[in-house]
């Protein structure tokens, strides 16, 4: 979790969440982004390739995947701050509730990120323009939806 002092008028909570409910990486990312001022901000079809990682037995699980040239990712954003509720976004004016944003800051950083499928090779999945840092764990796929259609 990052330590980065707030900015003017941003909110932290020491509320501890219950812990409810409990999640199991299928999975991880391999992406050519480094440290998180490389991620783009959006995925991006025309971007690189990236990797997407499922381990075993979840990989018996794909079976189908490769029929769809579109999936959702859906990845566990573990360098992102969990206590922020309000923050000064870098792309618009003035404070915000992170729940309005599509920003990896919330209390549980589940990502959202609708790639293009490029192939499969056994327990890897080659799809563009991932955003996710690099080892970014995976907690799910399902099919997409061609954002152009
Ligand atoms: C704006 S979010 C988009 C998330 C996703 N498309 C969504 O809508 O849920 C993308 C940014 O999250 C940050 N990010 C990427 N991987 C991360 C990770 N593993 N932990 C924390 N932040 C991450 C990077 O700064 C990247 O630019």
Redesign the pocket.
Known sequence: MSDKPLKPGEEATQAVLPADASLGFIGHVETP?KT??D?????DPDGPVSTAVVNAPWDRALIGVEGFEWIELY??????RRDLLVIRPGHAEGLRGVFSL???VRPN?????NVRLLGIEGNRLRVAGL???N???LLDIKPGRCPFA
């Open positions: 982004w998180l001022a991620c783009p901000k959006r995925a990845l566990w954003f573990h360098k992102a599509r920003s990896p950083p589940i990502a959202v990120t955003e996710a840092l080892g970014t764990p």
